[in-house]
């Protein structure tokens, strides 16, 4: 296994467009992370998957942001009407039950 | 007040040197931490996963939790310039759910 890999590396898209990003998870982690960082800054939470069920969900996820695991094996991260705002760098992470994450390389997310 | 606070630096030591991080954290319930050193443009990498309080030493780095200061730390022995990167210390009250990241402090080992 090579790890969290995530895709686009890059992407950029004109203001109010949707995006959708990638996660595939290190096959035999059953926790699933998103996370945002913007320079400068610490990952902040977004939410996390056990899983295919969504546990939390943080209130920075507004209802343009939606986030799925289906059959508990990829995640998808969609941002509709995207804003200037939403620049930034999405990290996801997994986890087996002992803990620890293991994060990706992250999608840069510029909204033009 | 932010819940994790970490020094920005950046901070500058020269080849060989050992490198000192810290964090202090305002919640008592943190007992999970972590230490992720993360190079420009890319995904933080795990280097420390520690329970509780105590010391754990792996290689080059040994992390310290004092959860009666609510103080952790992070020791980088014979620093490289490859260690030149941003460290983060992260945080939890439980192993699975999300933790509370710092905003991470930039060092740069000088040849």
């Known amino acids: 296994d090579t790890g969290v890999s995530q895709d686009p590396r890059h992407k950029i898209t004109k203001r109010g467009q949707n995006v959708t990003f990638r996660c595939d998870p290190i096959?035999?982690?059953?926790?699933l992370y998103w996370y945002r960082q913007t320079l400068g800054q610490g990952p902040e939470f977004l939410t996390y998957?056990?899983?295919?069920?969504?546990?939390?969900k943080s209130r920075l996820l507004s209802d343009r942001f939606s986030a799925e695991r289906p059959k508990g094996s990829f995640s998808t991260l969609e941002i509709q009407r995207t804003e200037q705002g939403d620049s930034a760098m999405y990290l996801c992470a997994s986890s087996p039950d002992s803990g620890g994450y293991t994060f990706g390389s992250g999608t840069r997310l510029t909204v033009v | 007040q932010k819940e994790v606070e970490q020094d920005p630096g950046p901070l500058s030591v020269p080849e060989g040197a050992i490198v000192s991080l810290n964090c202090t954290y305002s919640?008592?319930?943190?007992?999970?931490f972590m230490w992720y050193r993360q190079y420009s443009r890319k995904g933080p990498e795990l280097l420390m996963y520690?329970?509780?309080?105590g010391n754990k030493e792996d290689g080059r780095f040994t992390a310290q939790v004092d959860k009666s200061s609510k103080y952790i730390s992070l020791f980088i022995r014979d620093s490289q310039p490859s260690d030149s990167a941003t460290y983060l210390c992260?945080?939890?009250?439980?192993?699975?759910?999300?933790?509370?990241f710092g905003a991470g402090t930039q060092v740069v080992v000088t040849p």
């Open positions: 998957f056990q899983n295919e069920a969504q546990l939390e």
């Open positions: 919640n008592s319930a943190f007992q999970y």
């Open positions: 096959s035999e982690h059953n926790r």
């Open positions: 992260a945080m939890s009250s439980d192993s699975w759910g999300k933790f509370q």
């Open positions: 520690t329970y509780s309080s």
